[in-house]
């Protein structure tokens, strides 16, 4: 018996890829700036003669800008309308990545990096939010699926495409290289991207909340950083402080009778809450594994950037298969059951590299990082699909910008918890870099069992149309 056919009104059609293509570059840009520059530390520290620990800002600099930008995402999108926002996060994108070109000394660069991760962190959530109004509640599962893959190729393609660019280019040409794709993105929203009118009700921008907010994730974020580096007095204050201020946000939001800028009532309703955790950590093991994996190959493997990066590449090749079994299945099989299953695959696949003081070889590390992308990409999709196909029209932008800033946070906050305990291992571990590393990676084992608990409480039946 053949399964029903997809009602024509439910087809995703040419022009729904064709905007689902353009969106999903300006996530393109931002997801692969954001580890691209990472194989070029050494190469700016020439140039500016700096030390490798100032340079680092340019990476911690983007990253802070995109975590601070996330959560306004919504309200800019509610107040100015979902196209005009993506367009002008993608003109400063643009702009920031000139600049960052142009610097002639490294705390201009630093600066720029900020202009640029501020638009940067605007591309995902409006760009997500955006589509599935575009798509509806009865397409939005399977074009979700597509653009949900980007995030996980990105650490994967920046180190590649970094490592490339400096074997034929000068360092300016990291940032010259989104010039092109952010024109011609522009160039394509404005003639296929429909436009979706502002919200109706006009909302008050949540001040108190947005001073609360993005700088105390910020600052949470550079005191686990200084922990990382063994600046203990900086760290201890940087981390009570934004403890502090995401307090304060948690109080403001429950009490204010305006709308704050995330809602932190929003976590309480199914499905929305098991959700977010799932997305928490799993950014906390994704992008943690990929600040581990990349540093464990070439100081304990002794690759260069462009071996570790071929080495990764497994990984990007599982999250587009599995990106491909999602897309096909997503409206017929509950949430609960792909995450939960993404979950396990990841747990599987990073089984080895508990075990890297025994030395697995390639071939096994190969496969157990195919195994962890059909994972990853059995995760995003559904977890963003239940949220948006049951969430009114109206409150899309807002939810999708606290969505991707829980999988923004997860990924700076667990790869700034991981550098932490790498760093203990290898103090206690001395000169057997392998077996810290190995440690480490229990640490990811247990990310993905918090995350599990969380899914657990996903929906047991497919999401279906309001």
């Known amino acids: 018996m053949t399964a029903p056919a997809v009602p024509p009104a439910e087809r995703v059609d040419a022009r729904l890829l064709r905007v689902a293509f353009i969106l999903v570059l300006g996530t393109f840009m ?46 800019l999108a509610d107040r100015f309308g979902g196209r005009r926002t993506w367009l002008v996060a993608v003109g400063v994108f643009v702009l920031g990545s000139v600049l960052c070109a142009l610097a002639w000394s490294l705390p201009s660069l630093i600066a720029f990096r900020v202009l640029q991760g501020l638009g940067g962190g605007l591309l995902p959530p409006t760009g997500q939010a955006l589509l599935a109004r575009v798509a509806g509640p009865g397409r ?28 034929v280019a000068p360092w300016p040409w990291l940032f010259l290289v989104n010039v092109p794709v952010g024109v011609l993105a522009i160039l394509l929203a404005r003639r296929h991207v429909p436009v979706v009118a502002p919200s109706t009700g006009r909302t008050a921008f949540d ?24 600046r203990h007095l900086p760290a201890a204050i940087g981390v009570s402080a934004g403890l502090a201020m995401l307090a304060g946000f948690l109080v403001h939001g429950l009490r ?22 799932a997305l928490l950590v799993l950014g906390a093991s994704v992008f943690g594994t990929m ?23 497994p990984q990007g090749v599982g999250a587009l298969a599995g990106s491909v079994l999602v897309g096909r299945t997503i409206d017929k099989v509950a949430p609960r059951t792909l995450v939960v299953g993404g979950i396990a695959l990841i747990l599987l696949g ?14 096994v590390i190969a496969a157990a990082l195919a195994v962890r992308g059909v994972g990853m990409a059995m995760i995003g999709a559904p977890v963003m699909n239940i949220v948006y196909s049951r969430i009114e029209p109206a409150h ?3 939810a999708s910008g606290a969505l991707n800033l829980l999988n923004t946070v997860g990924g700076s906050v667990g790869t700034a918890v991981l550098a932490v305990v790498l760093q203990e291992r290898l103090t206690a571990r001395g000169t057997d870099l392998s077996q810290a590393y190995a440690d480490t990676f229990w640490w990811v084992l247990g990310f993905c069992l918090v995350a599990a608990a969380g899914a657990t409480r996903l929906p047991r039946t497919p999401a279906r149309n309001p």
Do not use: C, N
């Open 30 to 75: 931002a997801s692969v700036d954001a580890t691209i520059v990472s194989v070029g530390i050494e190469t700016l520290a020439d140039d500016f003669d700096a030390g490798v620990a100032g340079v680092q800002w340019v990476t911690t600099a983007y990253l802070l800008a995109v975590v601070a930008a996330v959560p306004a995402s919504g309200w």
């Open 140 to 167: 939005t599962g399977r074009v979700i699926s597509v653009v949900a893959v980007v995030p996980l190729l990105s650490p994967v393609l920046g180190p590649l495409a970094g490592g490339s660019i400096l074997q």
């Open 207 to 230: 001040l108190r909340g947005a001073l609360l907010l993005s700088p105390g994730l910020a600052v949470l974020v550079l005191g686990l950083t200084e922990v990382a580096h063994g």
């Open 256 to 277: 204010t009778r305006r709308t704050p800028l995330i809602d932190p009532r929003l976590f309480t309703r199914p499905p929305f809450g098991a959700a977010a955790l």
């Open 291 to 313: 600040f581990l994996l990349p540093l464990y190959f070439q100081t304990g493997r002794g690759l260069s950037a462009w071996g570790a990066g071929l080495l990764l590449a």
């Open 350 to 363: 990073t089984v080895p590299f508990t075990q890297l003081g025994h030395e697995p070889p390639d071939a």
């Open 396 to 398: 899309l932008p807002r």
